[in-house]
């Protein structure tokens, strides 16, 4: 019986299937695969029916469109043909990815364990077999490699993600058979994949492979495992998003090629192992930042081991015209790609895919597929970055909090502790230049990304200034005096004005409007004791909130609007009476200026 964990993934799955399944129905009708040259498009034709060719066939397609923006599309009829075979889809399956730099022999070194695989299996594989014996599996040395393609140059040649179209069923000790496929993936970091590209292809063949094989070049270097910490961590924050439990990987070998130093330490698995446990080794003379990185490693996979390769040779190198016969390549290479090959596919070492603890089938494989495309085709994960835009982004990160700081600093001498209250007029005004001081401060700072990747930051810096001025604009507003006693004063005055009313009501003989006077008074009462005990106590804020907002309604709605009304009646009666004795002052004033009239006196 399956577990709690792998029946809620089942679940999850079956949803994320309906979705695929039209998702893929849409993409084939809008989208179009990259052109490859004519040879490419020979070897990844669709298989035409059963008795096709053996072939590397494309299952995960990487488009680009005009902004250069990768986009991966599952061909699903590829997939559930291949998958879906009645000869295997019941097996369970083990699959063998190989995934790594662009140009390193990917795919060359896919071509010699398509032929271990025909000779130890009931496939041929199209004639790729040797002569199947124990030992010369590799079989003749002038034989030319076919299979995956491949080629020499500088250039890419694997787009997306290819399957070998005929799985290979291998016998166990016991008596069960296994299928066996084997995935090709797009080299990482060419000119043309983005950071979320390579990410996406090395997450999505590692989450569905159950060996994955990265693939490297001389050396463990430390970029080499931080490329490794992003693109496993790209493919958790996947699994994440369908519950997945467990560890989230496997198996993980490290196969180092060209290595170039036996002296230290020897070819081989001996050799790989040595120089694995060197560089995954946690002490505590290393940073912080180191142990966190060998400590995600170990934890995302169940079984992590090394290999080293020696150099093939240089006419494998440099020859344009080498076809992959054995003869070309150094016996040194020959010799541990017998010790290699075997140790990955030999029917005692196949390790076949577990989800959640449970064996996969080739058929459930295929819901797997469709599961997991759908969250690489989403935005639901977020943008993995270069190491250059992650530092420049966490050194602009680091200037922003800098100069909020030096905003901080100087409100707290504006407004802040202790302060008086400062009218609001002037605290806007004094907002506004301590601001500015902290964009200044901002643009001196060193930082990397340039002016355009900074402007967003700086546009960060003042949006977050501006969240800092509303609390110090509450904080100033607590200081006032008045409104501090806003409710105590207006829940007095109401108090005052409804016990006065209910006397004059009751005065004229309107008892029931005197009576809910009354009753207002003592409500008011009941109001204005619990608003006191809370400001005392601290206790039962919320009860003091709808208070204080009870007060503010009763300002807004009748004592401000009285205010004003009883405001303007006076000013405008202040401003009648004025006049008024103004006018009768001159006329006052002109009537003591006319002369008497009279009868003229005699002598």
């Known amino acids: 019986c399956r577990s709690v964990s792998a029946n809620k993934l089942e679940l999850s799955l079956s949803t994320a299937i309906k979705k695929a399944d039209s998702a893929t129905m849409s993409s084939e009708a809008n989208e179009h695969p990259v052109s490859h040259d004519h040879h490419k498009q020979q070897q990844l034709a669709a298989m035409d029916g059963p008795a096709a060719v053996p072939r590397p066939i494309q299952i995960v397609t990487a488009t680009y469109g005009e902004d250069g923006k990768g986009k991966f599309d599952l061909d699903l009829p590829a997939l559930e ?63 030319p490699l076919r299979g995956f393609s491949w ?33 090709d993936t797009q080299g990482a ?61 496997q198996h ?81 290479f020959v010799a541990q790609l017998r010790l290699l090959v075997p140790r990955l596919l030999a029917p005692a070492n196949l390790v076949v895919k577990r989800i959640n603890g449970a064996d996969v089938t080739c058929q459930e494989l295929l819901h797997y597929f ?33 100069s909020r700081t030096v905003y901080t600093g100087l409100m707290e001498e504006v407004c802040g502790g202790e302060r008086p209250y400062v009218a609001p007029d002037k605290l806007l005004d004094e907002h506004r230049r301590c601001v500015d001081d902290s964009l200044v401060w901002f643009r001196k700072l060193r930082k990397m990304g340039g002016p355009e990747f900074s402007a967003q930051y700086e546009e960060q810096l003042s949006l977050d200034c501006d969240e800092a001025f509303e609390m110090y604009r509450a904080h100033n507003q607590s200081k006032n005096v008045y409104v501090g006693m806003r409710t105590l004063s ?22 029931p409007l005197a009576n809910l006077c009354t009753w207002m008074v003592w409500v008011l009462i009941v109001a204005l004791i619990t608003w006191c005990y809370v400001r005392h106590s601290g206790n039962y804020l919320d009860l003091g909130h709808h208070i204080d907002a009870f007060a503010n309604l009763l300002w807004d709605k009748i004592g401000c609007p009285l205010y004003v009304t009883v405001t303007q009646k006076a000013a405008e009666q202040a401003v009648g009476f004025n006049m008024a004795g103004r006018q009768r002052q001159r006329s006052s004033s002109s009537s003591s200026a006319v002369p008497a009239v009279g009868r003229p006196k005699r002598d």
């Open 252 to 332: 993980l070998l490290f196969l180092v090629r060209d290595w170039s130093y036996p002296y230290e330490h020897g070819f081989g698995e001996e050799g790989g192992r040595a120089l694995l446990e060197k560089r995954l080794l946690i002490n505590d003379k290393q940073h912080h930042e180191l142990q966190q990185l060998r400590r995600h490693i170990r934890q995302c996979f169940d079984d992590i081991s090394c290999f080293l390769l020696p150099h093939p040779g240089l006419d494998v190198a440099t020859d344009p015209t080498f076809d992959g016969r054995l003869s070309a390549i150094h016996p040194q």
């Open 189 to 249: 970091f060419d000119s043309q994949s983005t950071v979320r590209d390579c990410a996406t292809v090395f997450a999505l063949s590692t989450m569905l492979s159950s060996v994955q094989i990265y693939n490297l070049s001389t050396n463990i270097q430390e970029d080499d495992l931080q490329h490794l910490q992003l693109f496993t961590e790209y493919g958790k924050l996947a699994q994440e998003s369908l519950e997945s439990a467990g560890a989230p990987f």
């Open 151 to 183: 080629r020499g140059g500088s250039e890419r040649d694997t787009t997306g993600i290819l399957l070998w179209s005929e799985p290979f069923l291998v016998t166990l000790a016991g008596g069960e058979k296994v299928a066996v496929l084997l995935m």
């Open 490 to 511: 207006v829940l007095f005055s109401a108090l005052l004005l409804c016990y006065f009313l209910a006397g004059f009501l009751d005065f004229i003989g309107l008892d």
């Open 370 to 402: 469709k599961a997991y495309m759908p969250i690489y085709q989403g935005d639901d994960l977020p943008q993995p970055k270069t190491m250059l835009m992650a530092t420049a982004e966490a050194n602009n990160l680091a200037a922003v909090a800098a």
């Open 81 to 143: 043909q291949l998958l879906l075979n009645d000869r295997i889809r019941d097996h369970r399956v083990a699959v063998v990815s190989v995934a790594g730099a662009f140009r390193k022999g990917k795919s060359f070194l896919l071509n010699y364990f398509l032929r271990y695989l025909a000779c130890i299996s009931d496939t041929d594989g199209g004639g790729l077999a040797g002569s199947c014996g124990t030992e010369d599996w590799l079989g003749s040395s002038s034989q």
